[in-house]
């Protein structure tokens, strides 16, 4: 089997899932409890706390646990919205975020809230250079993704940040879900930016934990609230086990990618390269700019799930763009945000790589795509 959906999930690591079990299986109390054995419990959770504080060199007290990315994005705009409401309700987002924030951002507008939609250009990166100009007095929120989840594009964070540091009172939050351990953290988490959203699983953590960064001094409201869990911001008992599983799978992510910098670009380029010899192949995601382990491409007159479904049948999985959006068919949000032709948009297809993937992975990939690519040139 050949594993290239990696932005989707990752499989959890070995010793990520020793950590999960032994935590399970020894830690019986609640981190709630004020018997001993609660107070061993939160001493884990503490614990596992700064050890993901230490990796993001920032304070202990600025990491909220979650279940995931989507509720940290969820926790954002809507506490935001909730926190801030008698100062504004005006919040812009990028035409090309994961839907737990374009999705999130429609429901606020439905509930009232102004969205404004910060587009991008023909390569997917937001145009910077209009942000000021949606920026009104209302605004209390900027959100912008720091990793396009479907072509890679890396988004300018530094020069948003240049520009939101004359709005001191505007939120601005950053998914770094496809970034952390794969991008460079100069390049996502700057001093502007307040919060910024994390998922276990795609660090080869477990499923349905993740995290947020919160800068102090921000305000947020609690989504969740009853049993005053995460000082009094997110009530729930602690997915003890996942959360230290979590910070043992950031700590060896962080690890690996330190022992071989390289490895995924690597990869990337040699496929990068051996596609763009197709003439019927269009690739989106470039070399420059782009995160390492994300390729998106098309296959000119052939359907997505159709390449998707062809290379399943040789042990090979590839995605179409987002999965969160590939069950329910729909063209990649991203490309229609870049202007990219419809009929073009629907054969796009995510590769993503990680770095337990081989350079005889990609030539294995290559040789199948080369069979498929004859056999459906014959059709068209």
């Known amino acids: 089997m050949i594993y290239f959906d990696n932005s989707a999930t990752t499989a959890i690591d070995p010793q990520a899932l020793d950590t999960f079990m032994k935590t399970s299986q020894r830690i019986q109390g609640n981190p709630s409890s004020l018997h001993d054995l609660g107070n061993q419990a939160n001493r884990l959770l503490q614990q596992a706390r700064k050890q993901i504080a230490d990796q993001l060199s920032v304070a202990t007290d600025e990491i909220y646990f979650t279940s995931g990315g989507t509720e940290g994005d969820n926790w954002v705009l809507k506490g935001t ?3 801030k409401r008698e100062f504004g309700n005006h919040i812009i987002i990028s035409g090309i975020e994961h839907p737990a924030v374009s999705e999130t951002a429609e429901q606020l507008r ?9 587009p991008v250009d023909g390569e997917g990166f937001v145009k910077v250079a209009e942000l000021a100009s949606l920026i009104k007095k209302e605004t209390i ?29 505007v939120h601005f939050h950053v998914d770094a879900v496809q970034a952390i351990a794969k991008v460079p953290q100069e390049e996502w988490l700057t001093e502007r930016v307040d919060f910024a959203t994390f998922s276990a699983h795609k660090f080869h953590g477990p499923r349905g934990v993740g995290f947020i960064y919160w800068k102090k001094g921000r305000k947020l409201a609690p989504l969740l609230t009853g049993g005053g869990q995460e000082n009094n911001q997110r009530s729930s008992t602690e997915n003890l086990a996942g959360i230290v599983s979590m910070a043992k799978a950031l700590r060896i992510s962080f690890a690996k990618k330190a022992e071989r910098p390289n490895h995924v670009a690597l990869l ?8 763009d010899e197709y003439e019927k192949v269009t690739l989106f995601s470039k070399k420059d700019a782009f995160a390492p382990h994300i390729i998106c491409f098309a296959l000119k007159g052939i359907r997505g799930e159709v390449l998707v479904h062809a290379l399943e049948e040789k042990q090979i999985y590839i995605s179409t763009t987002s999965a969160c959006s590939s069950r329910k068919k729909l063209s990649s949000s991203t490309l229609g945000a870049m202007h990219v032709p419809n ?22 990939f290559l040789i199948v795509f080369h069979q498929l690519y004859k056999k459906f040139s014959t059709i068209n």
């Open 81 to 83: 919205a909730m926190a």
């Open 110 to 118: 439905q509930l009232g809230l102004e969205v404004s939609i910060l």
């Open 141 to 169: 929120l900027v959100s912008v993704i720091a990793v396009n989840n479907e072509i890679g594009s890396i988004q300018p964070i530094k020069e948003i940040s240049r520009v939101l540091a004359d709005y001191p009172k």
């Open 268 to 275: 990337k380029e040699y496929l990068m390269g051996a596609l």
């Open 343 to 364: 009929d073009l948009a629907t054969s796009a297809v995510r590769v993503s790589l990680d770095e337990s993937n081989t350079m005889a992975e990609i030539e294995q």
